[in-house]
């Protein structure tokens, strides 16, 4: 038996050889599923990637089957800080299951985290996280030479100020604190609400600060070109919310899918 800390740092203890694994995290069990073939054995039904994972689903991230997963005596349930609720932990824990929980703000955090619980499982697929690496090592911004009412940078380049709803009726959006805003801001996108108190606000449009561009992740809300846009007297971008959102595989591609999607929403200098 082994006892490892997690993101928390809460020791957690674990056999010599994990075998058994439930993930309570879209990004994550996508990373497992990558890089430790066979070792889960359940998910949430918000669990799309990879299409072909073949396990059973325990409810969703908020409200998993807590009996289910506790029956199926896992080595060990992955969740995170924020996609989960500590009352599922706390119960998961006190029924005697390991519970390994993530905390993730950063791209750097992401990439770092991904590695302590892939080195705890030994994972013997990892190229994937190196590849987001490179990927995020050589990411750049945006823009900045043909886009309209841009912020110059301090380095004498220039910068996107944006708004990031991830819901409408009631309006909410990326605040303060987020992976999500992490990864526009090293693509050369501020967010216009990077300082609000809260992570996630609920803001009337009225009452945003000025904006160059709505940035609209086609999840958790589904913003779409008749949906979303219509609301913003700037630009819109329509973008991949996996690209956003999800740490993990999709890291690999989000600085190179994400750049086109916003570039493509920017009007050219007249």
């Not at 349930?77 to 929980?101: I, T």
Request: proline share 10%; aromatic share 6%.
């Amino acid at each position: 038996m082994a006892v490892l800390p997690d993101d928390l740092q809460t020791p957690i203890e674990l056999p010599e050889l994990v075998t058994r694994v439930v993930s309570l995290v879209p990004s994550l069990t996508e990373a497992l599923a990558l890089s430790c073939p066979g070792v889960l054995v359940g998910a949430t039904q918000w669990c799309t990637h990879p299409g072909e994972l073949d396990v059973p689903r325990f409810g969703g991230t908020k409200n998993p089957d807590l009996p289910g997963i506790i029956g199926l005596r896992p080595d060990l349930v992955v969740v995170n800080e924020e996609e989960n609720k500590p009352e599922h932990v706390q119960r998961l824990r006190a029924a005697g299951v390991s519970v390994w929980v993530t905390d993730i703000r950063t791209v750097q955090g992401a990439l770092d985290s991904m590695g302590r619980l892939l080195e705890a499982l030994r994972a013997p697929q990892r190229d994937w996280l190196q590849a987001a690496c490179r990927a995020w090592e050589q990411a750049c911004p945006v823009l900045t030479t043909n886009a309209t009412q841009l912020e110059p940078s301090e380095a004498g380049g220039r910068r996107i100020r944006a708004a990031i709803p991830i819901w409408r009726r009631p309006w909410m959006y990326v605040g303060s604190d987020t992976y999500a805003g992490d990864v526009l801001a090293r693509l050369g996108v501020d967010n216009v609400l990077a300082q609000h108190p809260q992570r996630y606000p609920r803001i009337a449009l009225a009452d945003l600060p000025p904006l160059d561009l709505a940035i609209l992740p086609d999840e958790p809300y589904a913003f779409s070109a008749d949906d979303g846009p219509e609301a913003f007297d700037a630009p819109a971008a329509l973008v991949s919310g996996r690209h956003l959102t999800w740490y993990g595989p999709a890291m690999v591609q989000a600085p190179t899918v994400l750049s086109t999607q916003i570039r493509a929403a920017i009007p050219p200098e007249e």
